[in-house]
């Protein structure tokens, strides 16, 4: 069993529909980051979060510590949103990241 | 504040072949990690170096090694290609090695072994 799990792998709604990724963890965390990676491979940081939640515009994390649970939720989606979204935990003393697989969203107009 | 910038962007090697990748860091952050990351799967962590020691490694052979020099900068060798290790090599830079410090990612050199 991987160490970070998202749900689901792929995901598929019209433009305008309410998202929600899914990410659960098995190991003590400092952080959690939500990233976005686009086809060309590059990887942007959307939130990091250690309690409680965050919003940046029609984006919105959340995390539960006690159930070692996080979701993303966008709101209004868009075409434009359609790429893969990673979840990946700060969980060593060094910082590196432990990365779930990712979720594949396409969003359609 | 410039970003993370890698090179180059594409890449095709021999197997048995060596291998050099780039990684400039963002302005200010003085830690860069490695990941490589296969096609449909999440990166993995390879290395992280800060202040130009390595501070931490993956399950990754020895034949993966690096450095990182006094502006920052990093870079990735791999001896003896193996065709396994085509994928896309991620560098990302941080501010400290302390926890809560956020990343940030390069665009990363997709590397392809034949």
């Known amino acids: 069993k991987n160490e970070v799990e998202q749900s689901p792998q792929n995901l598929t709604a019209q433009e305008g529909e309410f998202i929600t990724i899914n990410c659960s963890y098995s190991v003590g965390i400092s952080a959690l980051h939500w990233l976005q990676q686009h086809p060309g491979g590059g990887i942007v940081s959307l939130f990091m979060l250690s309690s409680g939640k965050k919003k940046h515009g029609r984006l919105i994390a959340t995390i539960n510590i006690q159930e070692k649970h996080s979701s993303l939720h966008i709101t209004a989606s868009h075409p434009r949103d359609s790429a893969v979204y990673i979840c990946a935990v700060e969980a060593g003393s060094q910082g590196n990241l432990i990365f779930g697989k990712g979720t594949k969203l396409s969003v359609k107009p | ?114």
């Open chain 2, 1 to 114: 504040e410039t970003g993370v910038t890698q090179s180059p962007t594409h890449l095709i090697k021999t197997r048995g072949q060596q291998v050099t990748l780039r990684c400039s860091s963002q302005s200010g952050h003085n830690t860069v990690s490695w990941y490589q990351q296969a096609l449909g799967q999440g990166p993995q962590f390879i290395f992280q170096y800060y202040r130009e020691e390595e501070n931490g490694r993956g399950n990754f052979p020895p034949r993966f090694s690096g450095l990182q020099f006094p502006n920052y900068s990093s870079e990735l060798n791999v001896n003896a290609l193996e065709l396994d290790d085509s994928a896309l090599y991620l560098c990302a830079s941080s501010s400290s090695l302390a926890t809560n410090y956020g990343y940030t990612f390069g665009s990363g050199t997709r590397l392809t072994v034949v």
